[in-house]
């Protein structure tokens, strides 16, 4: 059973940055998407970014591009989402996520094509 705990959100003042992790186990990876989702008050859960375990490509949400980076650590087995120059519409619980490819075509960027979540953590980004 895969298990994802995320860690390292908080309380910013806008301009700042914060650096998420996930911490993945349960399995071997191989042929995983890793995403990073994010839901608002009130809104969807929205896409972020997501990176292929097997070779490290990197999908991204345009609008955070320039912003937000994701990295994978394969021997530690973690997940990591840099967020700089947050801004307030930034504020929301953010998911980490994985699923497999094997026989599947995904778009990467859908909720719904994902299998497995973490519980949130939670960002705030102060004005």
């Known amino acids: 059973q895969v298990q994802l705990v995320e860690s390292g959100g908080g309380l910013v003042q806008a301009g700042g940055s914060l650096r998420l992790s996930c911490a993945a186990s349960?399995?071997?990876?191989?042929?995983?998407?890793m995403a990073w989702f994010r839901q608002a008050p009130g809104k969807e859960r929205e896409f972020v970014h997501a990176?292929?375990?097997?070779?490290?490509?990197?999908y991204y949400k345009d609008s955070a591009a320039g912003r937000f980076t994701i990295s994978r650590d394969s021997a530690k087995r973690m997940v990591y989402l840099q967020m700089n120059s947050l801004k307030p519409e930034d504020t929301a619980v953010y998911y980490c996520a994985a699923t497999s490819s094997e026989g599947r075509v995904l778009t990467i960027r859908r909720p719904d094509e994902y299998d497995y979540w973490g519980q949130g953590t939670q960002v705030t980004v102060s004005s």
């Open positions: 349960g399995r071997t990876f191989s042929n995983y998407y």
């Open positions: 990176i292929s375990w097997t070779d490290g490509r990197v």
